[in-house]
């Protein structure tokens, strides 16, 4: 089984910034996409951002120019650094990973608990 531990949330002010972190551990192979989702009240959960292991990056055109998603792929690790962060960006942010694990060895879609963020003044 893999774990995402994700952390960095919280509350900010409109135009302020926050930098999630998520870690992801257990027995992997590899992980060749990881990034991050979000679910706003009432509203599906969407793509804010993934990476392939590859450099490869996907990411919503609402957050293009503000949101920068990095990777550290020996540590099993991803970021997002969010910047001119506004009302429209509160949701419960989640960590995402699609890992291959043994035995099998099949790829796996994994999420984190999911971590609050929370814009207002």
């Known amino acids: 089984q893999v774990q995402l531990v994700e952390s960095g949330g919280g509350l900010v002010q409109p135009g302020g910034s926050l930098r999630l972190s998520c870690a992801a551990s257990?027995?992997?192979?590899?992980?060749?996409?990881m990034g991050w989702y979000r679910q706003a009240p009432g509203k599906q959960r969407e793509l804010v951002a993934r990476?392939?292991?590859?450099?490869?990056?996907n990411n919503a055109d609402s957050v293009k120019g503000r949101f920068i998603l990095s990777r550290e792929n020996t540590k099993n690790l991803v970021y997002l650094q969010m910047n001119s962060l506004n009302p429209e960006d509160t949701a419960v942010y989640y960590c995402?990973?699609?890992?291959?694990?043994?035995?099998?060895?099949?790829?796996?879609?994994?999420w984190g608990r999911g971590t609050q963020v929370t814009v207002s003044s």
């Open positions: 995402n990973a699609h890992a291959v694990v043994p035995p099998d060895f099949a790829a796996t879609e994994y």
């Open positions: 990476m392939t292991d590859d450099g490869s990056l």
């Open positions: 257990g027995l992997i192979a590899r992980i060749y996409a």
